[in-house]
């Protein structure tokens, strides 16, 4: 795979390769922050110094579907011992839903200096390279989260999506081709996250979130890119975009790419995703 | 008297005497060391392996098998090909652990929800899905040697 930097990406900065990330594990700027599905995988083995973010315990309100307020995104922050300026860097597995969905919601709390590391966890394992069981500490700081959760910019919450529907809005459904014709009410699998409909948004093109990546888990360059998303599937650019999954965790997958790797001007990701508009009252679907 | 396998339901008790979150992830990571104990023989079955062993439901690509022992009851073999598939090889061990050579009709009692009995409620979503499909899959073939 060409370097990052030769792939043709509108921001290829987002991106760090394997070697980088072994290049800067003592760099006091940079942390390294690992968030699976797999609970296990961080305790089995991480990258040497790297912090644990679970999705489940660390970003999600206990009590709300929704996502952690400030001032516990802060606490978070501060646990990990990170700055506003520190460059955080996300890993993990299943070809980086988890990372990438941490660094969104790091992102929606103005935290944009982050990066994701290519080919996840499980290139990193495939190389060979160093993991350990030692859990880092690192000095509490007091984090200031640069901004209050920004829900508008690159969310999308119910109501957005349905007048994004109404305007005829581009959509990208990237689950897969069962889901979204609706032969399948959820992801193979995850049956408890399925939904009492089957079918799509409206106006939804299926583009599964996997046609980005390449067989080692790192992201196909920008020419692959914008033949699937532009040529193929004639998706512009220019005008506003919102991706949506399951629970928004594959979509964030795609929104990553669709904003930083092709350079959508307008790209939001519908978190309540299919478990949220497949069971709503008045919202329409199709098949 | 409970209607379920003596040895699971010991192990279930010992599991909710961990109250602490990185104690439970660390015996569990223990008990997935030891999954080469329970991974499937080659006289059993090798690979491609037929579709009908998968357990539908789970991303770690599991797949179980049952061999019958002397006095009736089952030996369960497993095997998982995801290598990342950690809580997929912990629940693979625990199982036979408690499962293999009980009671038919026992095994047959046991309910998919133990899981989170073993890894805790704040499991990930979708994850404990996978893992409930691996002792559906046991149960299952516990109720077809039954003839259920």
């Given at each position: 795979?060409?370097?990052?930097?030769?792939?043709?990406?509108?921001?290829?900065?987002?991106?760090?390769?394997?070697?980088?990330?072994?290049?800067?594990?003592?760099?006091?700027?940079v942390?390294?922050?690992?968030?699976?599905?797999?609970?296990?995988?961080?305790p089995?083995g991480?990258?040497?110094?790297?912090?644990e973010?679970?999705?489940?315990?660390?970003?999600n309100?206990?009590?709300?579907?929704?996502?952690?307020?400030?001032d516990?995104?802060?606490?978070?922050?501060s646990?990990?011992?990170?700055?506003?300026?520190?460059?955080?860097?996300?890993?993990?597995?299943?070809?980086?839903?988890?990372?990438?969905?941490?660094?969104?919601?790091?992102?929606?709390?103005?935290?944009?200096?982050?990066?994701?590391?290519d080919?996840?966890?499980t290139?990193?394992?495939?190389?060979?390279?160093?993991?350990?069981?030692?859990?880092?500490t690192?000095?509490?700081?007091?984090?200031?989260?640069p901004?209050?959760?920004?829900d508008?910019?690159?969310?999308?919450?119910?109501?957005?999506?349905?007048k994004?529907?109404?305007?005829?809005?581009?959509?990208v459904?990237?689950?897969?081709?069962?889901e979204?014709?609706?032969?399948?009410?959820?992801?193979?699998?995850?049956?408890?996250?399925?939904?009492?409909?089957?079918?799509?948004i409206?106006?939804?093109?299926?583009?599964?979130?996997?046609?980005?990546?390449?067989?080692?888990?790192?992201?196909?360059?920008?020419?692959e890119?914008?033949?699937?998303?532009?040529?193929?599937q004639g998706?512009?650019?220019?005008?506003p975009?919102?991706s949506?999954?399951?629970?928004?965790?594959?979509?964030?997958?795609?929104?990553?790419?669709?904003?930083?790797?092709?350079?959508f001007?307008n790209?939001?990701?519908?978190?309540?995703?299919?478990?949220?508009?497949?069971n709503?009252?008045?919202?329409?679907?199709?098949? | 008297?409970?209607?379920?396998?003596?040895?699971?339901?010991?192990?279930r008790?010992?599991?909710s005497?961990?109250?602490?979150?990185?104690?439970?992830?660390?015996y569990?990571?223990?008990?997935?060391?030891?999954?080469?104990?329970?991974?499937?023989?080659?006289?059993?079955?090798?690979?491609?392996?037929?579709?009908?062993?998968?357990?539908?439901?789970?991303?770690?690509?599991?797949?179980?098998w049952?061999?019958?022992?002397?006095?009736?009851?089952?030996?369960?073999?497993?095997?998982v090909?995801?290598?990342?598939?950690?809580?997929?090889?912990?629940?693979a061990?625990?199982?036979?652990?408690?499962?293999?050579?009980?009671?038919?009709?026992?095994?047959?009692?046991?309910?998919?929800d133990?899981?989170?009995?073993?890894?805790?409620?704040?499991?990930?979503m979708?994850?404990?899905?996978g893992?409930?499909?691996?002792?559906?899959?046991?149960?299952?073939?516990?109720?077809?040697?039954?003839?259920?």
């Open positions: 795979m060409a370097d990052i930097n030769e792939r043709g990406y509108t921001s290829p900065d987002v991106l760090v390769s394997t070697e980088w990330v072994a290049e800067n594990l003592n760099n006091e700027n942390r390294i922050v690992e968030s699976n599905e797999d609970p296990l995988l961080y089995s991480h990258i040497p110094g790297a912090v973010v679970d999705w489940t315990n660390d970003l309100d206990p009590i709300v579907r929704d996502y952690i307020g400030k516990a995104f802060e606490a978070l922050a646990r990990i011992g990170i700055t506003p300026e520190t460059t955080v860097v996300f890993y993990g597995d299943k070809g980086n839903w988890w990372a990438t969905y941490a660094f969104w919601v790091f992102n929606l709390f103005g935290h944009t200096n982050t990066k994701v590391m080919g996840g966890r290139k990193w394992v495939a190389e060979g390279r160093d993991l350990t069981r030692d859990v880092p690192y000095s509490e700081t007091e984090y200031k989260a901004q209050d959760r920004d508008k910019s690159i969310r999308a919450l119910r109501e957005d999506v349905l994004h529907v109404q305007g005829k809005g581009q959509l459904d990237v689950r897969s081709p069962a979204y014709s609706g032969e399948k009410l959820h992801m193979e699998g995850y049956p408890q996250e399925g939904a009492l409909r089957g079918g799509h409206p106006g939804a093109k299926n583009i599964p979130w996997s046609r980005a990546a390449n067989e080692d888990g790192t992201f196909k360059n920008a020419e890119l914008k033949a699937i998303y532009e040529d193929e998706l512009d650019p220019n005008k975009t919102v949506y999954c399951r629970i928004g965790e594959r979509s964030s997958h795609s929104w990553f790419v669709l904003n930083y790797l092709l350079g001007d790209v939001r990701n519908y978190d309540g995703s299919w478990t949220e508009w497949g709503s009252v008045g919202v329409p679907i199709e098949k | 008297m409970s209607n379920i396998p003596t040895k699971l339901e010991e192990t008790e010992d599991f005497f961990i109250t602490n979150r990185m104690e439970r992830q660390e569990l990571i223990q008990l997935a060391d030891g999954f080469n104990e329970v991974k499937v023989p080659e006289r059993i079955a090798s690979q491609p392996y037929d579709e009908s062993h998968r357990v539908p439901s789970c991303e770690s690509e599991a797949f179980v049952a061999e019958e022992n002397e006095d009736g009851t089952l030996k369960y073999w497993f095997d090909l995801n290598p990342q598939g950690l809580s997929a090889m912990a629940i061990v625990i199982l036979d652990d408690a499962l293999s050579g009980a009671p038919l009709d026992q095994v047959a009692n046991v309910q998919a133990i899981v989170f009995d073993f890894f805790g409620k704040n499991i990930a979708g994850k404990g899905q893992l409930m499909g691996i002792v559906n899959m046991v149960v299952a073939e516990a109720k077809r040697r039954q003839g259920k």
